[in-house]
Nanobody, 118 residues
């Protein structure tokens, strides 16, 4: 099992920036690290993901505003969020996919609240 520790959420005004951080308790088998979010009444959705070879994926709604980075030496994934909008308000969850043949599983963080409001 991999434990994930998230930080960086909070309250920010529209147009502002936040950086989320997620650190995994170990690195063995990490295949993909990602951020999801869930707003009240909505399903959880993928925000951004990065694989071990550096390939990134973004939701259309955040392209050009958010950037995902990985610090492999620290088992950490960062989500830089710029030009934040009220519709970005949600609980953000870190997710890690672990592949240790023949098993594959994923772990979730506890979630961190991001609120964009004036």
């Amino acid at each position: 099992q991999v434990n994930l520790v998230e930080s960086g959420g909070g309250l920010v005004q529209p147009g502002g920036s936040l950086r989320l951080s997620c650190t995994a308790s170990k690195s063995e088998g990490i295949n993909r690290m990602a951020w999801y979010r869930q707003a009240p009444g909505n399903e959880r959705e993928l925000v951004a993901a990065i694989t071990t070879d550096g390939t990134t994926t973004y939701a259309d709604s955040v392209k050009g505003r958010f950037a995902i980075f990985r610090d492999s030496t620290k088992n950490t994934v960062l989500l830089q969020m710029n030009s934040l909008k009220p519709e970005d308000t949600a609980v953000y969850f870190c997710n890690v996919v672990i592949v240790v043949p023949p098993t594959k599983y994923d772990s979730w963080g506890q979630g961190t609240q991001v609120t964009v409001s004036s």
